[in-house]
């Protein structure tokens, strides 16, 4: 570790703000003289969270259709230079276990392995880790970076802006990164909570409230998008795989629609219940909870046996397609990631360097570029990171 006065006589080749997944993912591949600048006590405490503590690295069929961006096509050069068996192939050369999931979906066993051998990396190639040290500001001065942190002014040929997005401040995000871009004058897409759950309107809350911590699998459609997966009510509203996909694709005012029986015609099943079955929640028992179905079908009485045909069609056309605005998403707190961020027309698609800032380059989600579930976030970190590092090694 150096001292503040090694540090304000170095001349690093590259600083990179962030020691979160691309950042680290950058610095380990390439071998020149870096600094890493992280906040946290520690490097990649996000990454040793992630996928419930196992890291969900990446996925087997990654492409660029995996990815939301105002820009489609920027992502497609770094997924074509860094591909999921690129990230396999350095777990085995560090003999570490992984596993393939539903949906490709690829796991660690600990993510602790996956941020050890990150650190291990970045260090073999020339690193210089300063944890617990804050980035306050970035200058040009003299062609080089100057970025003022907590431990004094460091200096660099080359910045890297590895800060992450908004999502999970307790886990050091900050919006640091997007004060220094805008700093540099560059477009901003609108940022918003993404792969988070949704909250009911003040109508539904009370309503929906006693389901809090019941699960079940559901097909979730908004604008024009459906997810058939695990929906999980909470206190406020819905969560769960189908609600976080979902919400990639959610903006306030528009309708969510729940299919609470999605491989079922609700109306011809329950015609054919009506003479067996003399409520609804008899009719619905062993396919949703009594629970569920009195909430569902709230104000409507539960005499299937006799009830009128508008009735019937009401509550086939909730079970089916439950609509509702919802109040809002669980915010930055609870989402996974960031949705927006740098305009990425702003940045060369196979370097990540900023086109009007020669010698700043901007990686991972503090770009205009958000994964689905299932590994697609990690696995754009390693791919910026690593097309990054690519272009930096070139640079002397
Ligand atoms: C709980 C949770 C679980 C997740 N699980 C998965 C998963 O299993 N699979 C998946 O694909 N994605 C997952 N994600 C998303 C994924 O972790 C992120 O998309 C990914 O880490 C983004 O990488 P990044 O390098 O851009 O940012 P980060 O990994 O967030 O790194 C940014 C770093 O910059 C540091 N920083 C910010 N500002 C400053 C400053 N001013 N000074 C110094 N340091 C600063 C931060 O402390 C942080 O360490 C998960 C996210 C969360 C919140």
Not at 88 to 112: K, M, S, V
Not at 228 to 239: A, R
Request: charged share 20%; glycine share 8%; hydrophobic share 45%.
């Amino acid at each position: 570790m150096s001292t503040r006065n090694e540090l304000q006589n170095t001349v690093f080749h590259t600083a990179i703000l962030g020691a979160g997944a691309s950042g680290l993912m950058c610095a380990g591949s390439f071998d020149r003289s870096k600094i890493i600048i992280e906040h946290n006590a520690k490097p990649g405490v996000k990454v040793s969270v992630s996928g419930g503590g196992n890291c969900n690295f990446s996925n087997r069929f990654v492409s660029a259709d995996d990815y939301l961006s105002q820009n489609k096509h920027f992502c497609k050069n770094a997924l074509a230079a860094f591909k999921p068996q690129n990230f396999l192939d350095l777990l085995t050369q560090e003999n570490i276990r992984w596993e393939e999931r539903a949906h490709g979906q690829l796991f660690a066993f600990g993510a602790a392995n996956i941020v050890r051998m990150l650190v291990r990396r970045a260090q073999k190639a020339n690193t210089q880790i300063l944890a617990n040290t804050q980035a306050l500001d970035v200058r040009r001065e003299n062609g080089l970076f100057v970025i003022d942190t907590s431990a004094g002014p460091v200096r660099a040929q080359y910045l890297v802006l590895a800060c992450g997005g908004l999502s999970f401040p307790s886990l050091g995000a900050a919006a640091f990164g997007i004060k220094i871009a805008q700093k540099f004058g560059l477009n901003l897409i609108e940022q918003r909570p993404a792969l988070a759950g949704l909250t009911f309107p003040k109508e539904l809350r009370e309503r929906f409230k006693p389901l809090a911590g019941n699960s079940l699998k559901a097909a979730v459609s908004c604008a024009k998008h459906t997810f058939t997966d695990q929906l999980l009510f909470t206190h406020e509203g819905v969560s769960g795989p189908a609600v976080l996909q979902t919400s990639l694709y959610w903006t306030a005012g528009q309708p969510v629609k729940v299919n609470f029986l999605p491989e079922e015609d609700a109306l011809a099943f329950l015609h054919t219940q009506k003479n067996i079955a003399k409520t609804f929640t008899a009719a619905l028992h062993g396919k949703l909870s009594a629970k569920i179905v009195k909430a569902i079908l709230a104000g409507l009485p539960d005499d299937l046996a006799n009830a009128p045909r508008s009735v019937l069609e009401e509550a086939a056309r909730r079970l089916n397609g439950f609509a509702f605005v919802p109040a809002g998403t669980s915010g930055y707190t609870r989402a996974e990631v960031t949705a927006g961020g740098v305009d990425t027309r702003e940045i060369n698609p196979s370097t990540f360097e900023v086109r009007r800032v020669p010698g700043l380059y901007i990686i991972g989600e503090m770009l205009d570029v958000t994964g689905r579930l299932g590994g697609f976030n990690l696995h754009w970190a390693w791919s910026s990171g690593f097309a990054a590092a690519q272009a930096l090694e070139k640079k002397f």
